[in-house]
């Protein structure tokens, strides 16, 4: 999971980094700190003439006949402190921007390690959409209370501490109206916050439904508009765009106004304290150069506060994204199995059998229950049956996308539980019925990463009568077909796929509707063709065409579960 505890771990695995960083930050502070100091020595002992520290130490080094030059130094003395300090903050942000950098990709990793094993029938159920806006937006708000944690919070604690030191060392009584007054108004404030913390949870709660919504109506576009339905999906994302609009507002006018009485209590204090200042060189208790530098460190001391205001928001940002991103965390994986026994090891098929297989995508909905069937090696099966009888499913669970609420699958007399997912899914070719393409080459999206010669991929494009339609293109293979083959017809896709799944010479391929988009002319040929090449393969097709109906050896029927 990803919690506070975890970005604490995280933090310390950084450790050398951070304490350069902190000591950076101590130099900084000490070096800043005292400026405001300059002014009451260049007051009170150049311009009003009073013997001070000051001038003395500067006759040590040199003798100076002007009182104007003393101002002079002053001002390089300030240009060479804030130069070395500035260079001094560069080199502590590169070091905790590497630090943060590193932990976002730690998130990104621990969230892509655990997706990457989970369920598809999980995955299924979140969405792309929705993981897709948490691995973005909500990754950046928790890296945003981090850096705020690591680089501000700490350096606002140093300061404030240095100038609680210094305006001390001016004047204790002055000192304790800020030093005791500006907390106040600190706890009063954060109270209040706590009370705004539902509304904010409201409003991000809005932000994540219209994010989801924006991207799934985006992903989904086209078959948006060909459905004539732009007006309804868009309507609903500009509803939920309304209803952040509505919870921002509110929670914006209630935090201004907890904002304002904050800021109205500070004014009161910063008020109080300059007439006891005044009240106090009246009486000769304090210089007027003291004073007019206790005013600097005052409004110093409201950057740092101010900081420590906002960290708490985003803390509870941090919390609230933090907890959409455990949405993730909390998918369940799905079961991992070492292959123990290989039956497809030197071996061109497989046959297959399910015992007593029961699937429910939860508790209200039992897909298949006690289903039982065998298929011989080399069989060519076809599966039908009416919308909802679990036919697509069916191939899920061949596949091992979906685990088994109980029962048991067999390849070669081999348990799945024996072989493992991942061997199975080496012998076993999915061809879907609307497949997925990436915006690549057509070579990528053949291989996907794997290594094959041109010449493999050409003699899958003839199986799949694609071979004339890549052949005639000016970039051949290393053409773009767009996001998710945009460029490509359905029957161009569908054949695209078909040739993908042939290259990895599988023991048993499933087809899911996957000539439901040719010609009946372009389909008799792929079928010719599949022929010879599958001839001695275990064929699963999932289907509602005479034509591949007949091209089988058997039919089953599935019937909807009605439990």
């Known amino acids: 999971m990803i919690t506070f505890d975890y970005l604490l771990q995280q933090v310390r695995l950084h450790k050398n980094s951070i304490i350069i960083a902190n000591i950076i930050a101590i130099l900084i502070t ?38 104007e030059y003393y101002i002079v130094i002053v001002f390089i003395a300030i240009l060479i402190i804030h130069a070395i300090t500035s260079l001094l903050g560069v080199f502590r942000a590169s070091y905790l921007d590497k630090v943060t950098e590193d932990i976002r990709l730690n998130m990104r990793k621990k969230l892509l390690l655990h997706l990457k094993d989970v369920s598809m029938s999980e995955f299924d159920m979140l969405g792309s959409g929705a993981t897709s806006s948490k691995m973005g937006t909500d990754i950046g708000v928790v890296i945003g209370f981090l850096s705020s944690s690591m680089g501000y919070i700490f350096t606002a604690i140093l300061k404030l501490i240095g100038m609680s030191i210094v305006l001390l060392y001016l004047n204790w009584k002055l000192a304790l109206v800020i030093l005791i007054l500006n907390p106040l108004v600190v706890k009063i404030f954060i109270k209040v916050f706590k009370k705004l913390s539902k509304l904010m949870k409201e409003r991000n709660k809005k932000i994540a439904n219209f994010n989801n919504s924006l991207v799934e109506s985006l992903e989904l576009f086209n078959q948006i508009r060909v459905q004539n339905r732009e007006n309804h999906f868009f309507d609903k994302v500009n509803s939920d765009a309304t209803d952040i609009r509505d919870k921002s507002y509110e929670y914006n006018v209630k935090w201004e106004k907890s904002l304002t009485g904050a800021r109205l209590l500070m004014t009161y204090s910063d008020t109080l304290f300059r007439m006891l200042a005044l009240y106090f060189v009246l009486q000769g208790e304090m210089t007027i ?224 509707e996957s000539t439901s988009s040719l010609d009946t002319n372009t389909e008799d040929k792929l079928l010719t063709a599949l022929d010879k090449y599958i001839k001695n393969k275990t064929i699963i097709t999932i289907a509602h065409r005479q034509t591949t109906i007949d091209k089988s050896d058997r039919i089953v029927k599935l019937h909807v579960n009605k439990d």
């Open 289 to 512: 150069g003291a004073m007019m530098a206790i005013f600097i460190y005052a409004g110093m001391v409201i950057q740092p506060i101010n900081l420590l205001l906002r960290f708490t928001q985003k803390y509870q940002d941090a919390k609230e994204a933090m907890s959409r991103l455990n949405e993730i965390m909390q998918l369940k994986k799905e079961p991992k199995y070492e292959m123990k026994i290989d039956p497809f090891k030197n071996k061109e098929t497989a046959s297959i059998e399910l015992k007593n297989v029961t699937f429910a995508y939860d508790k209200n909905k039992t897909v298949l229950k006690d289903f039982n069937l065998k298929i011989e090696s080399g069989e060519k099966v076809a599966i039908t049956g009416e919308t909802g009888s679990g036919k697509s499913t069916l191939a899920n669970i061949l596949m091992g996308l979906y685990p088994l609420s109980s029962g048991e699958i067999f390849y070669n007399g081999v348990e799945i539980k024996e072989i493992g997912y991942e061997k199975v899914r080496e012998h076993i070719g999915f061809v879907l019925q609307s497949p997925l393409m990436f915006n690549s080459t057509l070579r990528y999206n053949l291989s996907l990463g794997r290594e094959y010669s041109d010449e493999e991929m050409y003699e899958a494009l003839r199986v799949a009568q694609l071979y004339k339609f890549v052949d005639e293109l000016p970039e051949k293979l290393d053409t773009i077909v767009g996001k998710n083959g945009t460029k490509l017809s359905g029957g161009q896709r569908q054949r695209l796929s078909i040739a993908r799944v042939l290259l990895d010479k599988p023991n048993v391929i499933i087809f899911d």
């Open 30 to 67: 000490l070096m800043s700190v005292p400026i405001p100091l300059f002014i009451p020595f260049i007051i009170d002992e150049i311009i009003m003439g009073k013997e001070g520290s000051f001038v003395a130490f500067i006759s040590n080094f040199i003798t100076i006949n002007s009182p």
